[in-house]
Every structure is written in C-alpha cells, then in structure tokens.
C-alpha cells in the first residue's frame, strides 16, 4: 500500500537523520581528539599513558557497577513516568556504590602509608565515577526521548575539554596527573548536559514516584544487574586485570603501548559504531514494542559495519607501524606494530559492538553472557600464561598477541552469527510476522 511504504520510508529517513546527527557530533569530538593527539603524545610517554590507563580501568570498573546496569533498560518502558522511575532507582543505587567504593578506597588510604597523592588519586577516582555514570544515565534518558542533539553536544564537549587540558598540562611537564585531571574535568564537564533534564523531569514527575511501582519495575527488567551486569563487569574485570597483567609481566611502557594502540583501534569504533549503536538500540527497541520483524535491521547493520570496516582497518594492517611512528611520534612505534597484529580483533570488535544491545532488548543477555566470558577468558589465559613459553622480548610480545588476536577472531565471529541466529529466531515466534510480510 502506498500509505504504508510513505511512513516506512519516513521511519527510514528518521533513522537516518538521527545516525547522521549523532556521528556529525562524533565525529567532530573524535576529529579534536585526531587533531591533537600528534602533540599530546609528545608531551607524555608509553609509561605515564600506562599508569592513566590503569586508573581509567578502575574509573570504568566502579562505573559498571555503579547502577547494577539498570540505566540500560530507561529507553524500553512503553511509559515515559516508568522510565523516568527506573532513572531514579538507578541514581539511588549508584550513590550507595560510590559511597562503598570510597569507603574501601580510604581503607586502603588509611592501612598504607600517609600519602596526600594516593588520597588525591582515590578523589579523582570517585569524583570521575559518578559524573561518568550520570553521563551514563543521561545517554539512555535522551536516547529514550531521542533527544540526540543533546548527546553530539555533550560529546563534542567532553572532547573539547579533555584533549585541550591535556594539551595545556602537558606543556607543563604535568605527567600522569596531567591525563588524570584532563580526564576528571571532561567527566563532569560531559555530565552538565544532562543535570538540568533530570531536574526538570523530577520535578514534573514527582507525583509519579511509587516504591512499589519502582520494585516492580527492578523486578520486570532484573535480568539486567543478574545477567548483563556479570557480563559488563567481566568486561571491565577483564581489561583491568590485562593492564596489571601486562605491566607486571612486560612493563608499564609496554601496556602503555598497548593501551594506546587499542584506542586507537578502537576509535573507528567510537567514531561510528557508538552512534550507530544507540540509534539502533532505540530502533530495535520500538521494533520489538510493536512487534516488526527484527532481522531485517540487524541484516542491514551488520552488512553497512563491515564495509564501513574496510578502509580503516584495512590502512593500519598494512601501514600501522609507520603511521604511529610518523603521526604520534618515534617512541610510538611500537605501538604501531602492536596495532598491525590486533586489527582483524578489532575490526570485529567494531562491527558487533552496534549490535550488542539486540540480546537487552530480546531477553538474551544470559547466553551472550556466557559468549561474552568465553571471549574474556582466552584473553587472560593468553596475556598470563603465553609469556611463559614465548618469552617477554619483542618476537615473544608480537607472537603472543598474534596468538590472542586470532582467538578473539573466531570467537567474535561466532558471536556475529549468534546476534543474526536470534533476531531471526524472534521474527519466527513473533506473532504479526506474517502481516508484515503480507505488507
């Protein structure tokens, strides 16, 4: 029917303005983050890029844990005042865990030596972590409303601050610290965007706040702290424990190296695939609300990541090397060859991630928890036992992460045809498939 296939093709030119608004944002904060990391990496070395590194991991670490994952589920009530009370909890439960993290930080401060430093350290820590999870919050509150304009701001913000204060600390030879402050301004400078939404919202919404209501909401979307809560927490168990791995193994240059690296790899990821990723999670999301096929969507995704893959990707496999050492500087070259071995990881690393929101939304999350683990564990057994044959030298380095990244290949492809297996498992047992394709 003409009529139908009008608003089909509205939807879709809706999907596309709101993937073109959000990566129009992310790629300007990314491209500010190009533009000076040439100069930010000659003021600072692969070892004080590792010692940041290790307390971003922790940053991250508390983060996830922080709201038991429940932010995840605030784009997928039908009613907006549910939405907003799944907000709530989530802040409660975020405060209790800040206040404990802190706690178990200052135990640790008080049980060691007196040094301001370390205290300044747990500060930062704790500060860090709670703009970061409004941050959080804030992203799946505007996704809900398809608020996007907002987020591309509050990226291009956080970008703006962070790359120009490491810029102008490292001028100062500030060190570490220099990166840590860069990092705990731009986390709250990021946040702002969201303070003003939430107070508004709370207060037009207050008559709506039930305890009740709010235990059976925690209850409807529990899968969330009980399974994708394990699986996110592994995650960044996982990346923690590879930074104290390999700095006790190799060395703190070494992870700093390391580090760098997969950042940069992983940019493609945050450049495209993030964007992409919410914008998907919010279509998918109304998809399952109304009951359309799922697999069509997913198909056409995955097929626009791959090729959007092979250009990036493709340039660092065969020219990494020279590239960090000519854009980052001789001290990074390393990096560049560690970055040659880890594309293929990486670029399936890119083209799942938009998608790993599908198993949230269809009540999958405890199989690709399990796939998530898997994926977690032969990185840690590589990285910890594969240095005891090979040795600590550069050939035994390279020959390590050869080994990791290959793994990490299959594994991931694996979990690419689990993500296409249960879209279209969906559409099988959903009920108006039938009437769809009839349209």
Same mark, same amino acid.
């Given at each position: ?207 709506? $706040? @039930?305890?009740?209501? %709010?235990?059976? /909401? #925690? ?5 969330? !702290? =009980?399974?994708? &809560? +394990? ?106 060859? $560690? @970055?040659?071995?880890? %594309?293929?990881? /990486? #670029? ?5 991630? !938009? =998608?790993?929101? &599908? +198993? ?80």
């Amino acid at each position: 029917m003409p009529f139908i296939k009008t608003i089909q093709n509205a939807k879709k030119s809706d999907f596309l303005k709101s993937v073109s608004v959000l990566m129009t944002g992310t790629i300007l904060a990314q491209f500010i983050g190009y533009l000076l990391a040439p100069v930010i990496t000659r003021y600072f070395s692969p070892s004080e890029m590792g010692e940041f590194g290790l307390f971003q991991r922790i940053v991250v670490l508390i983060t996830t844990i922080a709201t038991a994952r429940y932010e995840l589920a605030i784009p997928l009530p039908k009613k907006h005042s549910d939405s907003f009370l799944i907000f709530r909890l989530s802040i409660r439960i975020a405060l209790i865990t800040i206040t404990i993290s802190f706690a178990f930080l200052s135990f640790y401060y008080l049980s060691n030596n007196f040094e301001l430093e370390r205290l300044i350290w747990i500060i930062c820590i704790c500060t860090t972590s709670f703009a970061l999870l409004f941050f959080n919050l804030g992203t799946n509150w505007s996704i809900r409303h398809q608020h996007f304009k907002k987020l591309t701001y509050s990226k291009i913000t956080n970008s703006f601050v962070l790359n120009g204060s490491r810029v102008i600390l490292g001028f100062f030879h500030t060190g570490k610290w220099g990166l840590i402050i860069s990092f705990v301004i731009s986390s709250i400078a990021a946040s702002f965007y969201f303070i003003p939404d939430y107070l508004s919202q709370s207060k037009e919404k207050l008559s709506a $706040l @039930s305890r009740k209501k %709010t235990a059976v /909401l #925690a209850q409807i979307y529990k899968d969330f !702290p =009980l399974a994708n &809560l +394990p699986h996110a927490l592994s995650d960044s168990m996982r990346d923690l424990i590879i930074a104290v791995l390999l700095s006790t193994i190799f060395s703190e240059q070494l992870f700093g190296s390391f580090d760098h690296s997969y950042r940069m790899l992983r940019l493609p990821v945050m450049l495209i695939g993030v964007s992409m990723g919410q914008v998907f999670f919010n279509r998918i999301s109304a998809y399952k609300n109304q009951y359309k096929p799922l697999f069509p969507l997913v198909k056409r995704m995955l097929i626009n990541l791959i090729l959007l893959s092979v250009v990036p990707f493709g340039i660092i496999f065969f020219w990494g090397e020279e590239l960090f050492a000519f854009v980052f500087g001789e001290s990074w070259r390393f990096s560049g060859r $560690l @970055s040659e071995i880890m %594309t293929p990881w /990486l #670029a399936l690393n890119f083209i799942t991630s !938009p =998608l790993s929101t &599908l +198993p949230l939304v269809l009540n999958r999350q405890r199989s690709f928890f399990v796939l998530g683990i898997t994926l977690s564990i032969f990185q840690l057994i590589g990285f910890w036992y594969l240095p005891k044959i090979y040795g600590t030298n550069e050939a035994g380095i390279e020959t390590v992460f050869q080994y990791v990244t290959w793994s990490q290949v299959v594994l991931s492809s694996i979990i690419a045809l689990y993500l296409l297996w249960i879209a279209q498992k969906s559409d099988v047992s959903n009920p108006m498939n039938a009437i769809f394709k009839s349209k």
